[in-house]
C-alpha cells in the first residue's frame, strides 16, 4: 500500500472492489485509508482510466429537458448564494444542468469539461463557454477571477484534488465563494455497506475526502468554512441512491432494476433518523468564502 498521496502518510489497506456500478472489468480496485488524514484512495489506479468513462457516461438532455431541469437545480443555487452576478466557474458541469441554470439565473458562467462530446454540449445546447481540459487547476489559472467556483462530485474523479483546491483559492474574487459536493467516506453508508457501497464508484472516484481533512486544508488556503451540510437536496438524492445501487447490478432486468428502486426508497426513509443526525449522510456540501 503506497502512501496517501494527498499529506503522505502512512495508509492502511481498506478493503478491495470491482467495477460494481458499470462492471466494465473484472479487475479488482484496492482502496487505502489515510491513518494521518483520514482520506480514502484508490491504490492502484489503472493506466486507461479513460476506458471506464464510456460514451454513454453521459445521457445528453436536449434543450427543452434542459429547461426542465432548471428548476432541480436552484437549491445549488441557493447553495452558492449572493446576487447571481460576475463570473461564475462550474470544474465538471457533466451535461450541463447546472451551468444552464446558473446562466440563465444571471451568472457569467464558464465550465471547465474534459470529455469532448460532454463539452461540445454544453456549448452549443446549454449556450455555457467551456474550457475543455483534464486539469482544472491549468485551466482556472488560464481564467480571469471569478466570483463562484463550483464542484459538484467532482473532486473525488480528479488526480490531483489538493492543486484543483489551491487553484480555486487563487481565482475567487474577495468575498467570492467555492462549494464542493462529494461522497463522505464518514457515512453511515460506507460503515454498513462497505466494498459494496455505491459512491466507491471504482476506479472512477480516486479520493474519498473527509469534511474535516478538505476544511482544513482550505483553511490553510485563506478559505473560511461558510456552510457543512448532508441535509440539502442533492444530499438526500444522494443517499437514496446509495442504498439503491446496493443491490443494483449493472445491464440489470426491469424488474431488478424496479426492486432496486423500491429497496432504495424504504431504505431511505428506514435510514434517515441515523443519515440525518451529525455527519452521516451518504454525501456532504461545503461551501468556503474568501474574506
Avoid at 451535461?95 to 463539452?119: I, K, L, N
Avoid at 457501497?197 to 480516486?206: K, Q, T
Amino acid at each position: 500500500m503506497r502512501p496517501c498521496p494527498l499529506c503522505g502518510g502512512i495508509a492502511a489497506p481498506h478493503f478491495a472492489t470491482r467495477d460494481r456500478n458499470r462492471g466494465l472489468s473484472d479487475v479488482v480496485f484496492r482502496y487505502g485509508r489515510c491513518t494521518v488524514c483520514a482520506t480514502l484512495f484508490l491504490d492502484n489506479v489503472p493506466d486507461d482510466l479513460g476506458r471506464y468513462y464510456p460514451s454513454e457516461y453521459y445521457v445528453l438532455p436536449s434543450a427543452e429537458q434542459l429547461e426542465h431541469l432548471r428548476a432541480a437545480e436552484r437549491h445549488k443555487l441557493a447553495l452558492v448564494g449572493g446576487e447571481p452576478r460576475g463570473r461564475l466557474v462550474e470544474i465538471g458541469p457533466g451535461v450541463g444542468g447546472f451551468s444552464y441554470a446558473a446562466r440563465r439565473a444571471g451568472y457569467d458562467v464558464t465550465a471547465v469539461e474534459m470529455d469532448e462530446r460532454a463539452a461540445e454540449h454544453v456549448r452549443t445546447v446549454a449556450g455555457v463557454d467551456v474550457v475543455r481540459s483534464d486539469v482544472p487547476h491549468t485551466a482556472l489559472d488560464a481564467l480571469p477571477p471569478s466570483r463562484a467556483i463550483t464542484l459538484w462530485h467532482v473532486m473525488e474523479h480528479l488526480p490531483d484534488p489538493w492543486a484543483c483546491l489551491q487553484a480555486a483559492a487563487r481565482n475567487l474574487e474577495s468575498g467570492g465563494t467555492l462549494v464542493i459536493a462529494m461522497p463522505n467516506p464518514d457515512s453511515f453508508q460506507l460503515r454498513v455497506l462497505g466494498s459494496r457501497w455505491a459512491h466507491i464508484d471504482a476506479p472512477r472516484h480516486l479520493f474519498l475526502i473527509p469534511a474535516k481533512t478538505l476544511i482544513e486544508r482550505a483553511a490553510s488556503l485563506g478559505l473560511e468554512s461558510a456552510k457543512l451540510t448532508t441535509r440539502d437536496r442533492g444530499g438526500l438524492n444522494w443517499n437514496r441512491f446509495g442504498w439503491q445501487y446496493a443491490v443494483m447490478r449493472p445491464d440489470g432486468s426491469k424488474t431488478r432494476i424496479a426492486a432496486a428502486n423500491a429497496f432504495g426508497l424504504a431504505a431511505f426513509f428506514a435510514m434517515s433518523p441515523i443519515e440525518l443526525t451529525g455527519l452521516r449522510g451518504a454525501t456532504y456540501t461545503a461551501v468556503f468564502n474568501k474574506p
